[in-house]
């Protein structure tokens, strides 16, 4: 496939989020490169990442840029340093919106002035450090409020970033003159994929070039632009979500959206010879879930058997629900549990992946 922003006009904007940016950049200098050399080109390795909204795609992208070696540059660090204040600040405002909407008192009467400051806040209001400053004492004022965190532990009730908390906790550093966003704070970052993104690397010698399409509803109808030569497909599921839903009409549950979703793809002909591979993602923030022994999986999937608070009962129960729906029986089926803000993790995971697909598809890789 050619470069595709040039096949994806109604994608481009004039202005990029970082990853975009940087990918950009990127795939356009290896594109050059893969010209000279059309026999390498044909051995390229596709991946797409697809999922529903909020499943961890755009942090697995990153995650393969750290991996491989690929520094963020000061450009990107910028405009990442930009979102996560952005993230931060956007964060608090949701949660004092909630507390009124959940008739939460205050616990001290004092967050009253500080929570009309976080209200002022234009959630498209670019930040600096100076401006973020500014709200950073509020931020850190209302975070020590009850009722703050009340409307915290509530926020399967309404729509909040799981990156939040994250922040709250390291808002004396973030706020810290000469703040660098370290590679840990870029994979909390939370930027809607609204558009087509690349990442392209040399593994082996062979071109691995991963694609990441947005995955809210809005963003779908962009896919198929996308499906041309694709060697595999990594799907990705937020296994934390079973008891929230979706921003898009706040009644369908994100695990039946994405399960619908998978559906599609994984009985889909046009994919009948394309590995799909199942990624079981954000095993932190189940864990921490079910730790809490709050909210029990039977509330929403009343079909579950077993211990509701077992992470590998619960994750194990979801894909036996995926794999379920695959048609083709003989067809093989490939999972895993994923944290993709752990590097570890991830990298792991991706030797794996890595040679799952090499493997499947050695003899055209090789006769190319």
């Not at 390291?170 to 370290?182: D, E, I, W």
């Not at 921003?247 to 959206?257: G, H, K, S, Y």
């Amino acid at each position: 496939m050619a470069d595709v922003w040039k096949h994806c006009s109604c994608c481009v904007r004039l202005k990029y989020t970082p990853d975009e940016a940087v990918q950009r950049r990127r795939s356009k200098k290896i594109d050059r490169l893969l010209k000279k050399d059309k026999n390498i080109m044909r051995r390229q390795v596709k991946l797409l990442l697809l999922g529903a909204g909020e499943s961890g795609k755009s942090t697995f992208l990153k995650q393969m840029k750290i991996i491989h070696g690929d520094n963020f540059d000061n450009e990107s660090v910028v405009q990442y340093k930009s979102t996560i204040f952005q993230n931060t600040i956007k964060g608090m405002k949701v949660l004092v919106d909630a507390r009124v909407k959940l008739g939460i008192r205050w616990e001290n009467p004092e967050s009253f002035k500080y929570a009309n400051h976080i209200l002022t806040y234009d959630n498209h209001m670019y930040l600096d450090l100076k401006t973020f400053q500014d709200f950073a004492y509020s931020v850190q004022e209302l975070w020590k409020d009850r009722a703050i965190k009340t409307a915290f532990d509530r926020r399967r009730e309404f729509q909040l970033s799981d990156n939040v908390k994250y922040y709250f906790e390291n808002l004396n550093r973030l706020a810290s003159p000469g703040y660098v966003p370290s590679n840990l704070d870029i994979l909390h970052s939370r930027a809607a994929t609204k558009t087509v993104s690349e990442y392209l690397v040399m593994i082996n010698n062979i071109p691995f070039r991963f694609v990441d399409v947005g995955g809210q509803r809005s963003q779908r109808q962009k896919w198929v632009q996308c499906f041309e030569d694709v060697t595999s497909i990594i799907f990705l599921v937020s296994s934390s979500e079973f008891d929230q839903v979706l921003l898009e009409d706040r009644t369908t549950n994100r695990i039946i959206e994405s399960k619908n979703i998978f559906e599609t793809i994984i009985n889909n002909r046009y994919f009948s010879d394309v590995s799909v591979i199942l990624f079981m993602n954000k095993t932190d923030l189940l864990q921490e879930k079910l730790s809490h022994r709050d909210v029990d999986i039977r509330q929403y999937f009343p079909e579950f058997e077993g211990d509701p608070y077992d992470v590998e009962s619960v994750q194990l129960f979801f894909v036996d629900m995926f794999e379920s729906i695959r048609r083709d029986r003989k067809r093989p089926f490939y999972y895993h549990f994923t944290t993709a803000i752990d590097t570890e993790n991830i990298k792991v995971v991706f030797s794996a992946v890595k040679d799952t697909i090499l493997q499947k598809n050695i003899n055209q890789l090789m006769l190319q």
